[in-house]
């Protein structure tokens, strides 16, 4: 009997280890390292070399693209810095442009599995997205000037919303994922959630409108802003 009682004890007070759950590390470097674990899963060597590929394609596409825009609105020969002084501008900008097109890349290989449609569908709507975002965001500091012509007002956001585009449609061919054969993909719970993005932008933009010394019409002109 004093058996039985010990295997049950033995039983009962078994030490069970503790399984970390999802959910319990929300720092933001763990939030980072998953991120980074992420994308090694989702992306093989092939995937790596298509991303570098299309960053570079959207990189000279957006080179070949900036002689059409304006001296006028040309940052590139308007701001001295460090980097412009030495004469670093032009390969400080190609750098730049190819590291935002990789970046946007990885951003792509992210999501891509809950977009909508076939591999092009979806390139076209994650490029269409950021494309027109990012033109809108660049279209701010337009509205302070009165005397430019419309190339020179607009000629940034085109240029840049195109290049976004076209490397949407480039990481969608080349990148992207065929979709699943499950029928159309419902809309899910992450859907209310979307309307927080332009909140919580447009709210760190007032904060910036109120606290930071940016080009801004907020003060004359709020409503075009």
């Known amino acids: ?13 078994k030490r069970q280890e503790k399984r970390p759950q999802p959910g319990n590390h929300r720092g933001p470097v763990q939030l980072l390292k998953n991120v980074i674990t992420m994308v090694f899963e989702k992306v093989n060597k092939r995937r790596w070399l298509a991303l570098i590929g299309v960053a570079a394609v959207g990189t000279a596409l957006r080179i070949m693209l900036q002689p059409l825009i304006p001296d006028a609105a040309n940052p590139l020969l308007t701001v001295h810095s460090a980097i412009y002084d ?15 097109s990789f970046l946007l890349g ?3 290989v992210l ?27 660049l279209l701010e500091p337009v509205i302070p000037v009165q005397d430019w012509t419309f ?3 607009y000629a940034y956001p085109i240029v840049d919303g195109t290049t976004f585009l ?15 054969a499950r029928g159309k993909r419902r809309i899910g719970a992450e859907t209310p ?23 801004s019409a907020w003060d004359t002109r709020p409503v075009d802003t």
């Open 166 to 180: 076209v490397l949407g449609l480039l990481l969608g061919i080349f990148v992207g994922t065929a979709p699943e």
């Open 106 to 108: 990885l951003v792509f």
């Open 193 to 215: 959630a979307l309307p927080a993005i332009p909140v919580a932008f447009l709210a760190l933009r007032f904060v910036d409108y109120s606290g930071s010394i940016i080009v």
């Open 151 to 153: 190339m020179q007002a």
């Open 1 to 13: 009997m004093s058996g039985r009682v010990g295997a049950g004890a033995g039983v009962r007070f």
């Open 86 to 100: 030495a004469g670093l501008m032009v390969p400080a900008f190609i750098v730049y442009a190819f590291t935002t």
């Open 111 to 137: 999501i891509e599995e809950r977009l909508p449609g076939t591999k092009l569908a979806k390139g076209a709507a994650f490029g269409l997205a950021f494309g027109l975002m990012w033109s809108l965001y």
